[in-house]
């Protein structure tokens, strides 16, 4: 899994810059969007291609358009991932921005958000941000997690969850299987019953279907409003309720 290529499928980057706007929290530039009320909030942890990716800021829009602040980190201090750069492959990339690092400038931006009175805060994680997903939730600063064919996730990761949790796999996906989409879904079965948990493997799709779709094929969009649909019925389900 964690040796495999996540850029397989590049982000399409045309289109809108998003309706938000990018403000800082905590030291770390975020796109912001949705209610401006701090009541429900859902921080989105990008892929390898960051947080100006238009899809995913059309993606945190339309999130915000359900009554949640959304919350888009810059995990990468304006230095996504670029596949054009042959001077510099994913391997040299990924040791200035590992994933299991993360978390930190995630709790950094969940922190400041709880100064300024969030009450209740849910992840998901896309790709490498599927481990500062988790991480938060593990670590108690967020309440619900989402993941969308995450990357760098170890078994280890969902041993420790004890917050509800919905785990979103590609039937093709190369980089985190259906094997070990089904591993996570045994652990969770088999040793966290008490935990709340949805496990579902989307049929014919790739790794990065969610956000790296072209919005000009109708199918790889229906196919990643399925999976965005289930992400906003687990937050409503679960993070309202707090």
């Not at 909030?41 to 995913?56: E, H, K, R």
């Not at 400038?105 to 009450?119: I, M, P, R």
């Not at 805060?121 to 108690?140: E, Q």
């Amino acid at each position: 899994m964690l040796g495999a290529n996540c850029t397989s499928n590049p982000p399409i980057l045309n289109g809108s810059s998003g309706g938000g706007y990018v403000t800082n929290l905590g030291g770390v530039n975020c796109y912001v969007t949705g209610s401006p009320l701090l009541i429900f909030v859902i921080l989105l942890a990008s892929d390898f291609y960051g947080y100006q990716a238009p899809l995913l800021r059309k993606l945190a829009d339309k999130v915000g358009t359900k009554g949640y602040h959304v919350v888009v980190p810059d995990f990468f201090n304006g230095d996504p991932f670029d596949p054009n750069n042959a001077s510099r492959p994913q391997d040299i990339w990924l040791k200035d921005h590992p994933p299991e690092k993360g978390i930190e400038t995630a709790k950094v931006v969940v922190e400041a958000l709880k100064h300024k009175g969030a009450y209740a805060i849910g992840a998901a994680g896309f790709c490498w941000g599927g481990k500062p997903a988790v991480d938060l939730g593990n670590s108690g600063h967020t309440k619900v997690t989402v993941l969308l064919h995450p990357a760098f996730v170890t078994n280890n990761d969902i041993e420790r969850t004890n917050i509800s949790i919905a785990i979103l796999g590609g039937q093709n996906d190369t980089i985190t299987p259906p094997s070990q989409i089904k591993q996570y879904e045994e652990i969770l079965n088999a040793k966290k019953p008490e935990v709340e948990s949805l496990v579902k493997i989307f049929p014919g799709v790739s790794h990065g279907w969610t956000l790296r779709y072209d919005p000009n094929d109708p199918e790889a969009v229906k196919d990643a409003e399925k999976a965005h649909e289930i992400m906003l019925d687990w937050f409503d389900k679960h993070l309202k309720k707090h």
